[in-house]
Nanobody, 123 residues
């Protein structure tokens, strides 16, 4: 399994931007599908975005389409989440995931997880 470490979270005002990074170790990470999930207080972890392979079309939750962009740099073993036009409802702990088997919208399908990074959006 890949070992994943997220960074880039923080406190930002509504309308602002943040870029999250997820660096990984593990020789197979560069070929793995990758995703971002988030979990707000009192809520279940939910799908945010996924990119299955280099050059493939990313997929996004409806709530973030047009505002968030997932990208990957396989040479650096890193996946990114650029978040623009942030809203208070985007406040959550954001997790990156790698290695999927099955329905990639479900967190149960992913094999490796980072520890999470907190994103707080103030109104």
């Amino acid at each position: 399994q890949a070992q994943l470490v997220e960074s880039g979270g923080g406190l930002v005002q509504a309308g602002g931007s943040l870029r999250l990074s997820c660096a990984a170790s593990g020789r197979t990470f560069s070929r793995n599908a990758k995703a971002w999930f988030r979990q707000a207080p009192g809520k279940e972890r939910e799908f945010v975005a996924a990119i299955i392979a280099s050059g493939s079309k990313p997929d996004y939750a409806d709530s973030v389409k047009g505002r968030f962009t997932i990208s990957r740099d396989d040479a650096k073993n890193t996946v990114y989440l650029q978040m623009n036009s942030l809203k208070p409802e985007d406040t959550a702990v954001y997790y990156c995931a790698a290695g999927v088997s099955g329905n990639y919208y479900s967190d149960y399908a992913w094999g490796s997880w980072g520890q999470g990074t907190q994103v707080t959006v103030s109104s």
